[in-house]
């Protein structure tokens, strides 16, 4: 595509050739084309030529073989002067499998750092349908779950899943803050609203939404602030460096308790508290900062209710 202006033509927004969802996916309803692109995928080197293919997949007639590939050629590989490679289709499939989102049931509980915010009681995570979330398991309060691949749970202690998936939370939201959806690549939309469907159990959340593929991540407003640099600053004049806090441990990150919310124009405040001093950070309806203020923290009677991360 040429020119950095140009947009796709064709329905919603997308190029008008290619193979239609249906043809595609029927495509890889074979067992022996499945294996192609497995081995493919643990091939040393790249290209592999179509003898040394064959070899890998232990397929004799070389007919059958030619007639397996040739179906996946152009959408899921392509065929060079060398041999067949991966096209970006061909990585995500084998991608998908290796992740086991298709194919995988786990159902797991392990504990994890921090303290429940509402009651003091421990913490755990909790792992199913795909998902892994904090919770309670004194009061059942969750601080936050989201979509974690069970392939992420492979060869990991509990400590280091709870290390990836702290990581994981980090990056897909700031990919959805700067308006790219993690599934999709889709252009996402931000929108700062009040919590009235109760779905974060939140006065005000921060919903995330590709208008592709219309997947959405939901957050505290908090959430958004963990890489901001005067945040980061803030934390760091107090001995707290937040690249090695899981954010539920952090009670700005995963609570409202410290929010302010004004619909008109959208305003959200967040205080943020350490020994004795707070930080008040206030942001527009797309999460751009408009102004930070640092003050004594008992500088309002509503701070007496906040405790110090």
């Known amino acids: ?20 969802p249906a043809e595609a996916f029927a495509l890889l309803g ?20 179509f003898s040394d293919l064959r070899k890998r997949v232990e397929m004799r007639d070389s007919a059958q073989f030619n007639y397996h590939l040739s179906k996946l050629t152009d959408q899921f590989v392509r065929r060079t002067d060398e041999g067949y ?18 194919t995988d049931q786990v159902a797991l509980d392990f504990p994890v750092e921090g303290a429940c915010f509402s009651c003091g009681g421990s913490l755990e995570g909790r ?16 601080f936050g779950r989201y979509g974690f691949p ?3 749970l492979r060869d990991r202690t509990t400590t280091e899943v709870e290390s990836a998936f702290d990581q994981r939370v980090r990056h897909l939201h700031c990919l959805a803050a700067d308006g790219v959806c993690p599934e999709c690549g889709g252009r996402m939309s931000t929108d700062v609203v009040p919590d009235d469907e109760d779905a974060l159990g939140l006065e005000v959340r ?13 957050s505290p407003v908090g959430l958004s602030l963990l890489d901001d640099s005067r945040v980061v600053a ?28 004004e619909a008109d124009p959208v305003r959200v405040a967040v205080t943020i508290v350490l020994d004795g001093e707070a930080m008040d950070v206030t942001l527009d309806g797309d999460l751009q900062v408009v102004s930070t203020e640092r003050r004594c923290a008992n500088a309002s009677s509503d701070d007496a209710r906040m405790a110090a991360d």
Not at 85 to 102: D, H, M, N, S
Request: hydrophobic letters at 30%; one cysteine or more.
């Open 1 to 20: 595509m040429s020119g950095s202006n140009q947009a796709f033509d064709g329905a919603d927004g997308l190029p008008e050739d290619g193979l239609p």
């Open 30 to 49: 074979n067992e022996t084309r499945i294996t192609i692109l497995q081995e493919l995928w643990r091939a040393p080197e790249h290209p592999v030529s």
């Open 85 to 102: 490679e991966f096209r970006y289709a061909g990585e995500k499939v084998v991608r998908a499998i290796l992740a086991g989102t298709f």
């Open 127 to 142: 792992y199913a349908d795909e998902r892994l979330g904090v919770h309670c398991t004194d009061c059942g309060e969750t």
């Open 150 to 152: 069970p392939g992420g």
């Open 206 to 218: 921060v919903d995330h939404t590709c208008e592709q593929c219309r997947h959405t991540i939901s």
């Open 234 to 261: 803030f934390h760091a004049e107090h001995d707290v460096d937040l690249n090695e806090r899981a954010h539920w441990t952090l009670r700005w990150c995963v609570t409202d308790e410290t929010t302010e919310y």
